[in-house]
């Protein structure tokens, strides 16, 4: 039973590229968060999705990040014409339903902008 | 809004000694769910616990265990002789659930090294 997964686990862009993120949540999970860990800091919340839909997209920057949660295939996170303030960890959990039960986060996207 | 404060940024101890990291939260909510994850060297970030508002029970598990304290908002984490593989970053979190939202917000971690 695979847990969370996210590919790849590093991924390098230059400036201006596009980033794709993907995250295949857990068998039975229809429940998807992403999070950013900047350096030396914590985990941030950015966007809570359910199948198809965008739950809460709150923590989202306003502009070059969007994300999406199809009904085949892994949720997706888009940073379009990346900075090095991109360069971060990205998290994604999954969960069987709210209440944060089996909240259970993948192994993370590192990020790095140059 | 709903905050997460773990003021110990960085400890160090030495093997076999027991340790507590803080965690204090402020939330206007009567139920919410209280987290701690470990995020070893490598990166990932690994479930330790969930607590419920209700249940302020103390919880032991092997070496570890929390106190809940819900008179001063504090869900505390003490490792019991402690080892070198304990050294990570430990976060506390806790659930927002607002408006069909089941966001985490994080204390910024407290990174705890254990020497031989």
């Known amino acids: 039973n695979a847990g969370v997964m996210q590919n790849p686990r590093h991924l390098v862009r230059r400036r201006g590229q596009e980033a794709r993120l993907r995250c295949s949540p857990m068998?039975?999970?229809?429940?998807v968060y992403w999070y950013r860990q900047l350096p030396e800091e914590g985990l941030k919340f950015m966007v809570y999705l359910q199948k198809e839909n965008i739950i809460d997209e709150s923590g989202m920057p306003k502009e070059r990040f969007s994300a999406e949660f199809p009904k085949e295939g892994p949720s997706i996170l888009r940073i379009q014409q990346v900075v090095r303030g991109d360069s971060a960890a990205y998290f994604c959990?999954?969960?069987?339903?709210?209440?944060?039960?089996?909240?259970?986060f993948g192994s993370g996207t590192r990020l790095t902008v140059v | 809004a709903q905050k997460v404060t773990q003021a110990q940024t960085e400890i160090s101890v030495v093997e076999k000694e027991d340790v507590t990291l803080d965690c204090v939260y402020e939330?206007?909510?009567?139920?919410?769910?209280l987290f701690w994850y470990k995020q070893p060297p490598s990166g990932e970030l690994v479930f330790l616990i969930r607590r419920n508002s209700f249940d302020e029970q103390n919880e032991i598990s092997g070496r570890y265990s929390w106190n809940f304290q819900k008179s001063t908002s504090s869900f505390n984490f003490t490792i019991t002789a402690s080892q070198v593989v304990d050294s990570a970053v430990y976060f506390c979190a806790l659930s927002e659930a607002k408006g069909g939202s089941e966001k985490l917000v994080f204390g910024k971690g407290t990174k705890l090294t254990v020497n031989p």
């Open positions: 068998k039975g999970h229809s429940h």
């Open positions: 939330t206007r909510d009567t139920t919410y769910y």
């Open positions: 959990a999954s969960s069987l339903r709210p209440g944060g039960y089996g909240y259970t």
